[in-house]
């Protein structure tokens, strides 16, 4: 394991296999081999907030062979998501309906000792299922994750020490009193004095800015009103937008879900599928690749991470191209009951007051020559490869493109190369390649 393509194509032609899955390429044996023998799969996973690196290597023959690596795309569409379900909600309690039993004594789930925030359970479930799609086409037999820590503020000043860990910068300051000195009293855009400032957020929260002591500066009435949402970049004025620091976000992300992702992952394991579960820290998976010679990245660190410290001196094989894969989650599915605008109904059918039923037809677009698509299909259009993200019933669908880049144009000149499946896998180095698979 791997076997290579002409003797996957004779078994499957002779029927001593199935096919399991097109990407990436798996088959099933439906005789049990003479031997029997199993090897032993190491997984490593390397935890994140916005990608997760995933590798699987196998140790045998005094060699380490990659032969699975992976980039997982973790979705980041959960605040919008959330706003849109509080606007809902909103508008359905002031609406002039019929009566809604009161909603104000079940909030036990808000108080559960242990939650999650919806964002931070929406990652750590990305990577429950990409290691549960994993397990179902590689024999895994050890799992070893990396549980990152965050210094988050070393991360925001590497000179900090001692005593100065307990103290902020509002440290002696009320927080007016602190932007009027660090802004000297003058209008952070115009420049103007002595006139009545408001506090104004640099990145605006519309924008996705916080409320921390950084993004925020003094502006006169007419600059505050006059930059609305943009952000300072945008109103002409980069050298503000440079006193915003990172955000901690994804350094709070993934600290909340790690040992959420340790306990599943035991309670995972623990039903026989392997006998093995360990846990790597940054500084050892940076070690090890440094001791292989390996360039940073997140598939990199995870193929390091499934090594024991003392196999960095045994050769690896690194991971070929053909293995080497781009891993997107689709949502599930829709949980709309109705279509937000009336449908055009065949009255023969169905009454006046019966919309047309939506479950066959949700999500789908049909071009003029028959051919149907479906939210999440890999797609090709003009040469690019990408993920089908959405449909209109105009016919204008949008596209996000595996180079990162999104656009709307209309279904009929798409090729679809694979149809949607929650989790999509699609070779790295043959995404331009897709034009010519088509159909």
Known sequence: MPTNPAKARKMIKSGKADVVTLQPFTIRLKYVPSTNEVQPCVLGIDTGSKTIGAAVTIKGNGMNKVVYAGEAKIRQDIPDKMKQRATLRRGRRNRNTRYRPARWSNRANSKRRGRLVPTAMAKLSCHQRYIENICKILPISELALELASFDTQKMQNPEIKGVEYQRGELAGYELREYLYDKWKRKCAYCGK??????LEHIIPKARGG?????????????????????????????????????????????????????????????????????????????????EIGWDKGHAIDAAAISLELEETAIPVM???????????????????LHDSKPNKVDRSKYPVHYRRPTDTTRGKN????????????????NGKAGILSGTSA????????????????????????????NITHWPVQTKEDVVDKGK
């Open 394 to 421: 105009s016919g204008n669908c949008r596209y996000t493109f595996f180079d990162g880049t999104k656009d709307r144009k209309t279904i009929n000149k798409a090729k679809r190369v694979m149809r949607a499946t």
């Open 193 to 198: 004095e002595n006139v009545p400032f408001e």
């Open 318 to 336: 690194t991971v070929p191209s053909a293995n080497n894969y781009q891993v997107m989650f689709k949502v599930r599915n829709s949980r709309q």
């Open 210 to 290: 916080s409320n921390r002591v950084t993004n925020l500066a003094i502006a006169c009435h007419e600059c505050n009103q006059k930059k609305g949402t943009k952000t300072a970049k945008e109103f002409g004025h980069p050298e503000v937008e440079k006193y915003v620091r990172t955000t901690l976000k994804d350094a709070a992300h993934v600290g909340q879900i790690k040992w959420a992702l340790w306990n599943w992952a035991k309670d995972y394991w623990w039903t026989g599928k392997t006998d093995k579960i360990r846990y790597e820290f940054g500084f050892r998976t940076k070690f090890k690749r440094k």
């Open 366 to 381: 049909t071009t003029k020559d028959g051919r149907v698509f479906r939210r999440g299909d890999v797609i090709s259009y």
